[in-house]
Each structure stands twice: as structure tokens, then as C-alpha cells.
């Protein structure tokens, strides 16, 4: 999955700033029910990190039933948050 699309997918736009508030609540929206509904691992993870970017991603034992996948998210929250460190 490749991240401008999955905004494009979502709200029509890979420029979140070309979007407007309604047009993002409702790709929230739509982007909380998919990830809620997938169930393919990787699939599931990938949206996870775009919710989790918009600072909108559940909490990590919410989100996945496996250490594994819990522990891949930490690492990504952790190279994210050092990203915005710069």
C-alpha cells in the first residue's frame, strides 16, 4: 500500500491540505471502518499507520491481537516521533 494513495482512497486528495474538514472526517471515517473490518496483517497494519500519523490510530492493544504486530508498531511510532525531532 502505498501511502499517497490510501489518501487519495480516502479523501480524495494525496494533499491533506486540499481537503476539507467534512471531506476529511468522512475519509476518517471510512479509513476507522476498513482498518476495523481488515483482516489481512499487513493490510490492517499499513492503515493503522496512516490513522496513527493523523493522530487518530486506536491504541496498540485495541489495535492488534499479536505482540508481534504491537511491537512493529512501536518501532514505527518511535523512527516517527525521532522524525520530528529534526
Known amino acids: 500500500m502505498?501511502?499517497?494513495d490510501l489518501l487519495q482512497r480516502y479523501f480524495?486528495?494525496?494533499?491533506?491540505?486540499?481537503a476539507s474538514p467534512g471531506v476529511q472526517a468522512a475519509g476518517l471515517d471510512r479509513l476507522r471502518v476498513d482498518f476495523g473490518l481488515e483482516t489481512d496483517r499487513a493490510r490492517k497494519f499499513a492503515l493503522w499507520s496512516v490513522l496513527y500519523m493523523?493522530?487518530?490510530a486506536p491504541d496498540l492493544d485495541v489495535a492488534f491481537k499479536d505482540e508481534a504486530d504491537?511491537?512493529?508498531?512501536?518501532?514505527l511510532m518511535d523512527m516517527f516521533d525521532a522524525g520530528r525531532d529534526d
Do not use: H, V
Open 70 to 75: 504491537r511491537e512493529a508498531a512501536r518501532n
Open 54 to 56: 493523523l493522530g487518530q
Open 12 to 18: 480524495g486528495t494525496s494533499d491533506l491540505s486540499e
Open 2 to 4: 502505498d501511502f499517497d
